[in-house]
């Protein structure tokens, strides 16, 4: 199984990426997906999870209303939009379903 993160990059405050996390070798439409993101020197924080059941979401308070979490079963991929981009959300960010991690990309926002 695997899960590839990618869409990372440098981006100006106040901009957009998205990212995306395609998962092989399982089919994930029935498992919860979600992102975590890691600062430097910080320990890994959720981001947002979508459920398998009716697509429900949550986020964390820090994006709420800047980050969009979904998902397409049908290619076995995982989204992230961000929007309004902070320096603060500079890390390397994370898909995870079940135990299984992505290998990270990494997000830079300048100021």
């Known amino acids: 199984v695997q899960l590839q993160a990618s869409g990372g990059g440098l981006v100006q405050a106040g901009g957009s990426l998205r990212l995306s996390c395609a998962a092989s070798?399982?089919?994930?439409?029935?498992?919860?997906m979600g992102w975590f993101r890691q600062a430097p020197g910080k320990e890994r924080e959720f981001v947002a999870v979508i459920r398998w059941t009716a697509g429900t979401t949550n986020y964390a308070d820090s994006v709420k209303g800047r980050f969009t979490i979904s998902r397409d079963n049908a290619k076995n991929t995982v989204y992230l939009q961000m929007n309004s981009l902070k320096p603060e959300d500079t890390a390397v960010y994370y898909c995870?379903?079940?135990?299984?991690w992505g290998q990270g990309t990494l997000v830079t926002v300048s100021s």
């Open positions: 070798g399982r089919t994930f439409s029935r498992y919860n």
């Open positions: 995870k379903a079940l135990w299984y």
